[in-house]
């Protein structure tokens, strides 16, 4: 089956550090790898995603490559701000209608 | 705006009470799931449905049932028979395959 692993958290960082949670998979086909970001008390969204091997996903300044050889999808930013405070969830799909397998996420908390 | 809404956001009730959570969407999708959150955890799947009058078991269903009378709407009931349902529970929906899921804000059970 398929499964997502993260790096545990939390993370903790001073604003603008270079942040990096690693995101690793094993999947079944070809999926489609996802970012998501929840903040305090809140659903989750969208942050970044990529369909394809070498496919780099991007958003508000963080970034993903798509990386089959590695299995893995690392979420970087190269300068962390106290908003950016959140737990990030990598996910994928293989499923022709989306159902999600999701990593058991990881809390960056940025201090300032 | 289209979106996704769940209701209430806060839920308290007494041990031995089912209790119903609403989950409604107005963007056409046909997917829709039900997750539970536990502090400091990830997502864990109890519901899913993706047509109407058809839902499948996820991985943690014991103790929960859902309907899908109408597209737009997938409540999840916390049944008596649910050992701890004190949780946050997140609904999404996904319009198709390798597209995003689309959350709800979540409502945040507890039960006294």
């Known amino acids: 089956g398929n499964s997502v692993t993260q790096m545990e958290g939390p993370v903790t960082l001073s604003e603008e550090a270079f942040l990096t949670i690693n995101c690793t998979y094993t999947?079944?086909?070809?999926?489609?790898l996802f970012w998501y970001v929840q903040y305090p008390g809140e659903g989750l969204q969208l942050l970044l995603k990529?369909?394809?091997?070498?496919d780099k996903g991007s958003n508000k300044g963080f970034e993903a490559t798509y990386r089959k050889e590695t299995t893995s999808f690392h979420l970087e930013k190269g300068s962390v701000q106290v908003s950016d405070s959140a737990v990030y969830f990598c996910?994928?799909?293989?499923?022709?209608?989306?159902?999600?397998?999701f990593g058991a996420g990881t809390q960056v908390v940025v201090t300032p | 705006d289209g979106g996704i809404t769940q209701s209430p956001k806060y839920l308290f009730r007494k041990e031995g009470q089912n209790v119903t959570l609403s989950c409604e969407q107005n963007l056409n999708h046909d997917a829709m799931y039900w997750y539970r959150q536990d502090p400091g955890q990830g997502l864990r799947l109890i519901y899913y449905?993706?047509?109407?009058?058809?839902?499948q078991k996820g991985d943690i269903a014991e103790g929960y049932s859902v309907s899908r009378e109408k597209k737009e709407s997938f409540p999840l009931t916390v049944t008596s028979a649910q050992k701890n349902p004190t949780a946050f529970y997140l609904c999404?929906?996904?319009?198709?395959?390798?597209?995003?899921?689309?959350f709800g804000q979540g409502t945040r059970l507890t039960v006294v």
């Open positions: 996910a994928l799909t293989t499923d022709s209608w989306g159902k999600l397998q």
């Open positions: 999404a929906s996904i319009g198709g395959a390798r597209t995003e899921a689309f």
């Open positions: 990529a369909t394809k091997a070498d």
């Open positions: 999947a079944t086909g070809y999926p489609s």
């Open positions: 449905s993706q047509i109407v009058n058809d839902f």
